[in-house]
């Protein structure tokens, strides 16, 4: 058995076969880039589709070589698909977990379109560089190849969902349909020592966008016109996230977390409120002791001009006028 054989369950959706083999369609004469020993061709044989390979591990290609129409042994580095099955047209074109091993991916991407069909479509799987699980382990300055994953030791190239849409472009292509399989980050082959991490770091990770995508499933073809300012697809997740995020000593963490920074935003508020009142007190205070002050001065003035008045020669002339006037009055007054 090789380090990549397989069985494909169609029934498995949040797997890059099942989602290449539903892509890939009916019917269809179908190159498969990296054949391996054919297990691919053996899920499209199936749905009635003629498939050729093209393989670079000669004794699995032999394993291969009566599921498949037509088999090319050879480096896609150093030999052309165009030349490899010059003459040819296939109506979709495979590579499942290939261009990350390839020197140059987007040299080998026109070449294949070369001898893609006028309506036919390249299918493409690779692994997503940005899964949450790498961004943890870079986080704790750890990177360490594999025999498989994300981190296989074979790969030479790294995508994201952006670099991959880059490399399309630059091979004349654009993509129509877009998938991604999905896994939590503490749920695959990526060593990660989440219990040193500080708190909330794996939950926030989590919830990052395009995260939890650990493979990017593409459907695309030649690319019309200036693509430029097109709207790209919308990545379909073969399984919602709510499904694959899992809930652990992390999320519980989160939560108490977001309750504990909930209460004090609620503490906070309160004690807002209760400036703002006080503010408000204090500014109608303000405003009730410049009212007092301001009668005080209008009272203070009222006594003085009042004084004024009783100083004044009006006042003193007024005063002994009005007095006789005032014992006439009493003397003219009958006795009782």
Request: some cysteine.
């Amino acid at each position: 058995m090789t380090l990549y054989e397989t069985v494909i369950d169609t029934n498995v959706v949040n797997s890059s076969h099942t989602q290449i083999v539903d892509l890939v369609g009916e019917g269809a004469s179908v190159l498969d880039v990296g054949c391996s020993v054919g297990y691919l061709a053996d899920a499209l044989n199936e749905r009635g589709c003629t498939v050729s390979g093209f393989e670079y591990d000669a004794e699995a290609a032999e394993r291969a070589r009566p599921k498949l129409d037509q088999l090319v042994v050879g480096d896609l580095n150093e030999l052309p698909l165009a030349e490899a099955f010059a003459g040819r047209t296939f109506d979709r074109i495979v590579f499942g977990d290939v261009l990350e091993h390839l020197i140059d991916p987007a040299a080998v991407l026109r070449s294949a379109v070369e001898i893609l069909a006028p309506e036919g479509q390249i299918v493409i799987s690779v692994p997503n560089v940005a899964h949450g699980s790498l961004r943890l382990a870079l986080l704790q300055g750890r990177w360490r190849y594999r025999d498989t994953g994300l981190l296989d030791r074979t790969h030479i190239r790294f995508f994201t969902l952006e670099s991959l849409h880059e490399l399309l472009e630059q091979a004349g292509l654009s993509a129509n349909v877009v998938r991604s399989t999905v896994l939590d980050p503490l749920r695959v082959e990526v060593e990660i020592l989440d219990e040193t991490l500080p708190a909330g770091v794996v939950e926030w990770v989590r919830h990052q966008p395009r995260s939890l995508d650990y493979q990017y499933v593409v459907s695309a073809r030649r690319a019309v016109g200036d693509q430029d300012g097109s709207p790209r697809p919308i990545v379909e997740p073969a399984l919602p996230a709510e499904q694959i995020r899992a809930t652990d000593v992390h999320t519980e963490r989160a939560e108490a977390d977001r309750a504990e920074a909930h209460r004090l935003l609620t503490i906070r508020d309160h004690v807002i409120g209760l400036e703002a009142q006080a503010a408000t007190a204090a500014a109608e205070i303000k405003s009730l002791r410049a009212e007092v002050d301001h009668l005080h001065e209008e009272l203070a003035k009222t006594a003085e001009d009042r004084q004024e008045m009783r100083r004044s020669l009006t006042w003193r002339v007024g005063s002994k006028v009005v007095a006789p006037l005032r014992v006439a009055r009493n003397v003219a007054r009958p006795t009782r």
